[in-house]
Every structure is written in C-alpha cells, then in structure tokens.
C-alpha cells in the first residue's frame, strides 16, 4: 500500500475530536486508529505497510511515534515484521472474537468494547483488547479444567473445620509478608524434594497463583516499554498480564527443545524472559538442557531475569519430573512460580513465587502493599494437607487417573487420525496438543467452533501464537472428562475432526 493512501485513511481519524483517545498522546492515537482500521477491515491481511519513515512524513508525525505504534502492533500479533521485506497486516488478527457462540460471551465482549470506548486507561485499553479463556465454556477437552472425582473433598472439609472450630484470632488477620510461615516451609521442602528447586521457607512468598505472581513480578522488576520474551505460542494469561504491564513483547520461536531464540533474538536486551520449561504451554515440549544453560548463561550476560512458570509438572507420565530450571540458575537470576490450580482445584487461588535471596524485601513489601494477603484459615489448612501427606497422595491418585485418560485419548485419535496427525506433549501434564499437517491446510478454528457446538472445548493452537501462526492445531484437556466418559467423548471429537481433515 503507498503511504499517502495510508495516510489518507488514517488522518481523518487519527484527529478527531470526539474519539475516545483525542487525549492520548500521538503514539497511542495513531496505535489505536491502526488498530481499528486493521480490525474493520480496511487495512486487509497480507497488507505490507509503507516504511515508518514514509508514513511519518505523510502523517507529519515523528519516526519514533510512528515506530512506537507499529511496534505495539507487532507485538500484539496485528502486524508481522518480516526481515528484509518490510512490515505485513497478520493473516489471523489476535483474539478478538470469542470462540464460543454462547450469548453471554458475546454480551460480555460487547459490554467491554463500549467500555473502552469511554475512558479506560492506557493499561485498561491494553488488558481489555483480547478476549481472555474465560469465554470458553467448561465442557469435556476443555484444557487446564479438571473434575474432582477424585479430590477428597471430606477430608478438606474436616481440616478447614479444624482450624475454623478453634478460631485462634491471629488467623483471621492479615498475617504475615510472604504468607503463613508453615505453609512456606512445607513448600520449600516440598520443592526441595521434587522440583530441585533451591529455596529457603523465607524465599516463599503465598500468592493467589501464577497470575498474580506475574503481575508482581513485572510490577517490581520492568518498566514500562521494556522487552520482555514471551515464547511463541504462548500462555494468555502470561501474555495478558505482561502486555497489560505496558511491556513490549517480544514473540520467540519455539521448538522440539523449549524456547529458541534466533541469533537476532541472542542479541537483544530483554528485561524479563518468561518460559514454560517443564511442559511448554501449549505445545508440551520439555526445555533441554543445553537450551536451559544457554538461556541461563544469556540471562546472566543481560543481567535479566527469567520467570520460570512450572504450572503442572507434578503430573508426569514417563520418567520422574524434570527439575526445575531454577534449580541450574547459579546467578539468582529466575523467579520460580507454582500454583494449586492443578492439583488441588483452581478456585482455591493459592500459589507460590520462590524469589531470590536480594529480591525478598522488595517482593515481600510489594506482595503486601498491593494485594493484602490474608485466607489464613485456607493456609493452615493447606499446610496440614501437604505435611500429613495429602497432598502426594492425591498427586499420585490423580496421576494414574490423568495418565488413563490422556490414554484413551492418544489411543483413539491415532486408530482414528492416524498419520494426518502428530500428537505434542502428551508425556506430562493436563493436556496434548494435536498438530495439523501444514501441507492440509487445516481451519482449526473451525474445528474448535464445531466442537463447541457439539459440547466439547478444544482450543484452536493457531489463537495462541502472537503474528502468523507457524501450526495449527488443536488443545485438548482430558482432565475433565472422568475416565469411564473419555472413550466415547472422544470419539465423538475424533470423529470430528476426520470429517474436516477429508
Ligand atoms: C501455563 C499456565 N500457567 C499457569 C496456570 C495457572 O494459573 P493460576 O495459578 O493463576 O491459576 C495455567 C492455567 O491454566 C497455565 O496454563
């Protein structure tokens, strides 16, 4: 496209009065007048952008605005910058639309547009752009949902019970910075023994989970428009929380050994690195150990910090869990997060960021300045559940169920996919990723909707990449489906999908 006609369609509204953003500065403005013009469709996929330097003198706008606003485009996934051949409209815009149908979702995406248009923040325009998952329905392969079967759900009463019966006051106040110092401690040794994590109880803060301890950490450790890596595909919820941080993503490749930076990506300066490395979300790979101390050894030459996000590597199938990245930092440079999503139930919202030794005070006034902490009752309780051994024992249950499941699973969609198929992280976890050949042109969009429709959630991989995505595929969760159910659940999908493979 030839700038002045891009400047033609974008001055008009880049200066209007009565816009939402007329009091933004000008490189929010023209981000948001790009945005809208690529959303509506007047801008179409493929589009290649004049240079910034073209569309900075047609705008009468300075380069650095204009780089600024691409930039956040780019990073959002709205534009692909390809190397040496200029800047492109991205074949598939990132979430915009919610998957499902379901009305409510649909009220919800509208009501959060008309809000935006009014007077939301920078950081309020940025957290509200995409839609999140919760616009998906929890129905059977919804990944990350589990059923509680096999939770014991007596038994959690009965130690909840204990502690409300003898209502020792102190546990109905705050409590202490970093959390309930017994559960801290169980934690640790918890981790010490399964994750190789190295960690002291005073290094384990209580959060109400991963979110939240992402949140924190890009609060007291980036700032504004810093680089942060984010692996590409990538969890939302990462990607949200660091986006609405005002840090500028940078999307790195993925392969078969976890995050793979290119040799332009090695000569960067990111503030922050954001990793998977247990069990790549979505894909499942496992982050090698050359790639590990490769990372490592970059993050110390950068002096930037890594944020190890282990969400479910308690429920590994083959082998024993891989220990922790953390565990091989000997520069104090990654913060480790956990959560009791997984294994306990995600409404319990408690998790744990193990910090650095030089971090703690810092992290142990953030923590409690900004979020309050408190639910020491739930803390207590919990504490009891890992020290009595609960907690391992449920992990072990749940194992052996979830490793039935993803079974079942695996062994339907190979008699009925087959070779048109490549099943990808399957070895841990709560869910696998179903990879579409390339060659096939699979719409797994598509597929996702008519799943929907038919009362099974499967997410489309090619949502989860930011730019254009490098597969398609589909995420499917067996956590959620009781094991007697999964065979003709997943017929059902298998079925599905072979219909629209053909
Ligand atoms: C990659 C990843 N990290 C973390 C979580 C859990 O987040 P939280 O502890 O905030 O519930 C999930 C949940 O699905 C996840 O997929």
Redesign the pocket.
């Known amino acids: 496209m030839r700038s002045y006609d891009l400047a033609e369609l974008l001055l008009t509204e880049l200066h209007r009065a009565d816009s939402p953003h007329a009091n933004a500065p000008l490189n929010r403005r023209l981000y948001h007048t790009m945005r809208s013009t690529i959303l509506a469709g007047h801008l179409t996929a493929g589009a290649q952008l004049p240079s910034t330097r073209d569309l900075a003198r047609d705008l009468d706008l300075s380069r650095n605005t204009v780089m600024s606003a691409v930039g956040q485009l780019a990073a959002e996934g709205y534009l692909t910058a390809q190397q040496g051949s200029g800047t492109y409209v991205s074949d598939t815009l990132p979430d915009q639309r919610p998957l499902t149908p379901a009305s409510h979702a649909r009220s919800r995406q509208a009501e959060a547009e008309s809000t935006n248009s009014r007077d939301l923040s920078q950081r309020g325009s940025l957290l509200t752009q995409s839609s999140g998952s919760q616009q998906f329905e929890v129905q059977p392969f919804a990944?990350?949902a589990i059923e509680f079967t096999d939770f014991p759900i007596q038994l959690w009463q009965k130690l909840q019970a204990k502690y409300w019966r003898s209502l020792d006051r102190d546990l109905l106040d705050y409590g202490q910075e970093g959390g309930y110092m017994p559960l801290r401690e169980a934690i640790a040794q918890y981790l010490t023994l399964s994750r190789s994590v190295r960690v002291k109880p005073e290094q384990v803060l209580i959060t109400s989970?991963?979110?939240?301890a992402i949140d924190l950490t890009a609060r007291l450790l980036t700032d504004h428009g810093d680089e942060a890596w984010v692996e590409n595909p990538c969890?939302w919820?990462?990607r949200r929380a660091l986006q609405s941080a005002g840090l500028t993503l940078r999307p790195v490749d993925v392969d078969a050994e976890g995050i793979a930076p290119s040799a332009a990506d090695w000569q960067r300066n990111p503030r922050l690195i954001y990793v998977?490395p247990s069990h790549q979300?979505p894909l499942g790979h496992v982050m090698s150990l050359q790639r590990r101390r490769a990372l490592l050894t970059f993050a110390a030459s950068r002096r930037c910090w890594i944020f190890e996000?282990d969400?479910?590597s308690e429920f590994r199938y083959t082998g024993r869990p891989f220990a922790s990245l953390q565990g091989l930092d000997e520069h104090a440079q990654v913060l480790y997060s956990g959560?009791f999503?997984?294994i306990m139930y995600?409404g319990i919202r408690l998790?744990y960021l193990v910090v650095p030794p030089d971090l703690l005070e810092a992290f142990n006034t953030g923590l409690y300045d900004l979020y309050r902490p408190g639910q020491l009752m739930l803390q207590a309780a919990l504490t009891d559940f890992i020290t009595e051994g609960h907690l391992n024992t449920l992990i072990r249950r749940l194992r052996v169920a979830y490793q039935a499941r993803r079974d079942e699973l695996a062994r339907r969609i190979q008699q009925c996919l087959g070779e048109r198929v490549r099943i990808s992280g399957q070895d841990s976890g709560l869910h696998l990723c179903l990879v579409f050949d390339p060659a096939q042109h699979v719409d797994d969009e598509a597929i996702a909707e008519a799943a929907e429709q038919q009362g099974m959630t499967v997410r489309p991989l090619s949502r989860y990449y930011i730019g254009e995505p490098q597969q398609r595929g589909l995420i499917i969760g067996y956590a959620y489906v009781p094991t007697e159910r999964v065979v003709p659940w997943a017929r059902k999908l298998c079925e599905l999908i072979r219909q629209r493979l053909n």
């Open positions: 990944p990350g989970g991963t979110q939240q969890y919820g990462a998977t979300y996000d969400y479910d959560t999503s997984k995600p998790g």
